[in-house]
């Protein structure tokens, strides 16, 4: 009844050569997924253009990692949704930990950016997580509720339709720690609970993708779970054969 989503995260890695090569051994082993997956593949900004095209043939999606929280206009170094939507890029992560934690990220910058994809018909990937301390403070229901009251829960319901939720627990990103299956699916049930508290029945449609540290041994346990639909994958999708490996574990 949910989409299964298997998407990757290339954060700043793969020079344009490295990335071309790449993009051709997951359209090579494409056929090897099963039909009702939805591959994703979120290259730099540099990459998108060029990409955009066969990744399309190849019916693989195709994200960008960010968008600026304005229109248009004096912003040296952004790259604005209508420019993403004019090269036929189809989704946005948006939120990612990284931006948060890195570039200053709030809550209220990242609904800016959520609406502006949405209104240039981006699909946003939207990325909420606790951190360690957080988590060893028992507080991660308190901080992934807080993260989507303040972006999530303020869009009109026919928006949120079209959301993809990523969870991500910062402690689990790149350190090769997954959270076990149970803490994933005990976060994404919550998470489920508390969009049905403001959208309904209209929360049982909204794929939640797990991420931090999923790859092909992880991901078989992790997308067996009920309210887990995907991942949102970041060192394992830049081997193509794990990524493809990933997207054949459910
Ligand atoms: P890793 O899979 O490298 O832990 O990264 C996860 C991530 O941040 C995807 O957005």
Redesign the pocket.
């Known amino acids: 009844m949910r989409k299964k989503i298997v998407?990757g995260?290339w954060?700043m890695n793969t020079t344009y050569e490295e990335g071309e090569k790449l993009i051709q051994e997951i359209i090579e082993k494409k056929s090897a997924v099963k039909n009702d997956v939805t591959l994703i593949v979120a290259p730099p900004f540099t990459h998108l253009c060029c990409f955009a095209e066969p990744l399309c043939k190849a019916g693989i999606g195709i994200a960008a990692q960010n968008c600026a929280n304005h229109e248009a206009g004096a912003y040296t170094g952004e790259v604005s949704a209508a420019m993403l939507a004019s090269i036929d890029v189809q989704y946005c992560?948006i939120g990612?930990?990284?931006r948060r934690e890195y570039y200053g990220e709030t809550n209220e910058i990242l609904l800016e950016k959520v609406k502006i994809a949405l209104k240039h018909k981006l699909t946003p990937i939207f990325?909420i997580g606790e951190k360690l301390s957080e988590r060893e403070a028992g507080k991660q229901f308190e901080v992934v509720n807080a993260q989507l009251q303040s972006v999530i829960c303020q869009l009109p319901a026919a928006d949120f339709e079209k959301i993809i939720l990523?969870y991500?627990p910062v402690w689990?990103?790149?350190?090769?720690k997954?959270a076990t299956s149970a803490q994933a699916q005990e976060v994404h049930a919550y998470l489920r609970k508390v969009l049905k508290d403001t959208f309904g029945v209209a929360a049982d449609h909204t794929p939640i993708l797990y991420?931090?540290?999923?790859?092909p041994t992880t991901a078989p346990e992790l997308f067996g779970q009920p309210d887990i639909d995907g991942?949102?994958?970041?060192?394992?999708?830049l081997k193509a054969a794990d990524f493809i490996s990933v997207a054949n574990a459910f």
């Not at 689990?172 to 090769?176: Q, S, Y």
């Open positions: 998407a995260n954060k992560i990612h930990s990284e990325c990523a991500e689990a990103i790149g350190t090769g997954t991420g931090g540290s999923c790859n991942g949102l994958i970041g060192g394992a999708s």
